[in-house]
């Protein structure tokens, strides 16, 4: 059987190492073409001396002595973001996992798409951002772009054998966070360590302050109408604390299908490379004996209006998704830095959204402009605010 040939992007993060392991359950199955970073240049060698990809990309500025360390163990090594988009286009993989953070990921999915490569997607930006434009080049390229995120892979899952005229409506979880029972002047004083300190998933620490806010259940929400190709008003959110039952697709006789397992991403991601098969892992198995109870509850969009941001921008359409999207990544950024409350993450998003002029059909030139006015409109209200 011939190896599946795989590329990690942003393999030094939380979704690029777990990738990593699952691949480490099955070297027979899987071949590492490319493995990259951002700066990570300790941990992304000592990958590449564990792993043996045929190349390494840091795409920072990494200390010109990791040139000859890679050149002595023998590593193909390359720097700077074109060396990722070269990368991307060269089509030497099967399948690409796209683990970065944020916007990075857009464009080189883009080449990646064009040049006929398949997309394991943990980046939900990439759809937030240009779902729209995305999907006609997947259908172009005879792409499959296989979901990581666990409520999607949840989705994509329950799918399986059913055709989306079927879709009465898919049923999103979300944890709640770690403030899921804040009242409204508790959130006003929320530290960046409370913010940090997930209480069910291991993430990064931009996707943590999302959960936390639950603006990253926002931008679920809108790469889910893309992703399954259902209207706004067919994707719903619960509040589900136990992390266990992923979530759900209701069809149209009434009938309910949902994932469950353990919360831990390396079962979304295996079954993303394993595709259509699946192979085991063994990260456990979800133990029915101590599952005493499964609470569904609906969500409190007074106390999280980060939601009610998703329909709305996916009402609005066009560049709005972008200028949300990019709004996200800088507001949380400067809370990270301690230059904004927690609270602020939200309402500076909002401010944003209300000052942009949308554009109704964009390329990607003006999605991706749109994504800079966001950020650059979120660093003017912050220095208002002094």
């Not at 639950?214 to 509040?239: C, D, H, S, T």
């Not at 996200?328 to 939200?346: N, S």
Request: proline share 5%; aromatic share 6%; charged share 25%.
């Amino acid at each position: 059987m011939r190896k599946k040939r795989v590329s990690i992007w942003g393999s030094t993060g939380s979704i690029g190492t777990q990738a990593l392991e699952v691949i480490g359950c099955h070297p027979d199955r899987f071949e590492l073409v490319t493995l990259t970073a951002r700066s990570s240049a300790d941990l992304i060698f000592e990958q590449a001396l564990k792993w043996k990809p045929e190349r390494v990309i840091l795409t920072g500025a990494p200390d010109t002595d990791w040139q000859m360390r890679f050149k002595e163990a023998g590593i193909r090594y390359e720097t700077g973001s074109e060396a990722l988009m070269r990368a991307a286009s060269a089509a030497e993989e099967d399948m690409v996992v796209n683990g970065l953070v944020g916007s990075a990921g857009l464009l080189c999915t883009v080449n990646a798409i064009r040049a006929g490569v398949h997309i394991a997607l943990a980046n939900k930006e990439v759809l937030v951002m240009a779902g729209g434009l995305i999907n006609e080049l997947l259908e172009k390229h005879h792409v499959d772009m296989i979901p990581v995120d666990s409520e999607h892979s949840a989705v994509w899952q329950c799918l399986r054998g059913e055709s989306g005229e079927s879709i009465r409506r898919i049923v999103l979880t979300a944890s709640g966070g770690p403030f899921r029972n804040f009242s409204a002047d508790e959130l006003k004083h929320v530290s960046r360590e409370q913010a940090l300190a997930h209480p069910n998933w291991n993430m990064g620490p931009k996707i943590t302050v999302d959960s936390a806010t639950m603006i990253n259940k926002a931008l679920e929400i809108i790469e889910a109408r893309w992703l399954f190709g259902v209207r706004p008003g067919q994707i719903e959110v619960v509040v589900h604390p136990q992390s266990i039952l992923h979530s759900m697709v209701e069809f149209m006789d009434g009938s309910l299908k949902a994932q469950l397992s353990v919360p831990d991403m390396r079962v979304p991601i295996a079954y993303a490379l394993s595709y259509p098969e699946r192979f085991e892992i063994p990260f456990g198995s979800l133990d029915l004996s101590i599952l005493h109870r499964l609470d569904l509850m609906p969500p409190d969009f007074e106390r999280f209006p980060a939601l009610r941001l998703a329909y709305q921008v996916l009402e609005t359409g066009g560049t709005a998704p972008a200028v949300l999207n990019g709004a996200d990544e800088a507001a949380v950024q400067a809370f990270l830095e301690d230059r904004i409350h927690f609270i602020e993450i939200v309402a500076l998003i909002e401010e944003t959204l209300q000052q942009h002029q949308v554009i109704a059909r964009p390329g990607l030139e003006q999605i991706l402009e749109a994504d800079r006015w966001a950020r650059e409109t979120i660093g003017r209200l912050i220095r208002s605010m002094k």
